[in-house]
């Protein structure tokens, strides 16, 4: 009933710049947080951003001052600019949102299928 489909990963050099998007999707009734996560091989999944819905935002110590997380309400999307990639950003991103559905009351996790980052030294 509600999806989160990222796009926008890949391969990239260190120093260069991807932008993720993620897009929800179904029986959407509203959206409050929305967020990034990645995962890198062996490791637990780790929170990257994470933005309120008063748009306030919140970010891992690691990405402050290289990503900017943002959304589009109108759009239902989340994005993540990420910029001066370092090869340790390598992981699968993970989109996550808090969405009430229009058959329920209460808000619930949701996540993406996620998307490869990869970054070459």
């Known amino acids: 009933q509600v999806q989160l489909v990222e796009s926008g990963g890949g391969l990239v050099q260190a120093g260069g710049s991807l932008r993720l998007s993620c897009a929800a999707s179904?029986?959407?009734?509203?959206?409050?947080?929305m967020g990034w996560y990645h995962q890198a091989p062996g490791k637990e999944r780790e929170l990257v951003a994470r933005?309120?819905?008063?748009?306030?935002?919140m970010y891992a110590d690691s990405v402050k001052g290289r990503f900017t997380i943002s959304r589009d309400n109108a759009k239902n999307t989340v994005y993540l600019q990420m910029n001066d990639l370092k090869p340790e950003d390598t992981a699968v991103y993970y989109c996550?949102?808090?969405?009430?559905?229009?058959?329920?009351?209460?808000?619930?996790?949701?996540w993406g299928q996620g998307t490869q980052v990869t970054v070459s030294s």
């Open positions: 933005i309120y819905s008063d748009s306030s935002t």
């Open positions: 179904g029986t959407i009734f509203s959206i409050a947080n």
């Open positions: 996550n949102a808090d969405i009430r559905s229009s058959f329920t009351r209460a808000y619930r996790g949701y």
